[in-house]
Nanobody, 120 residues
């Protein structure tokens, strides 16, 4: 069974930094696009960053220049480096991956989420 496990969330003051990680495990054949989404209280889940298997990345306008998404295909891992954090970045961050596995074929998987709080 495939699992995505995020880590790295926490509490940080405005202007601070955090690095999120997401590891995919299980009977994985291949991983295509991966990404990070977030959901703030009372708001819909939104795309933060996405990255292709070839490491071409794209970002929401609200995080461009502050967040960087990278992946390590050898470790089935995606990272989100978040710098110059703002209170409006406060949300639960979810990892997303398009995975083909040995038992169910192609599926879109989600992690359980990791909370990021930016406050003074």
């Amino acid at each position: 069974q495939v699992q995505l496990v995020e880590s790295g969330g926490g509490f940080v003051q405005p202007g601070g930094s955090l690095r999120l990680s997401c590891v995919a495990s299980g009977n994985i054949i291949s991983i295509d696009d991966m990404g990070w989404y977030r959901q703030a209280p009372g708001k819909q889940r939104e795309l933060v960053a996405e990255i292709t298997k070839g490491s071409r990345s794209d970002y929401a306008d609200s995080v461009k220049g502050r967040f960087a998404c990278v992946r390590d295909n050898s470790k089935n891992t995606i990272y989100l480096q978040m710098d110059n954090l703002k209170p409006e970045d406060t949300a639960i961050y979810y990892c997303n991956a398009h995975i083909t596995d040995t038992t169910t074929g192609f599926n879109i998987y989600w992690g359980q989420g990791t909370r990021v709080t930016v406050s003074s």
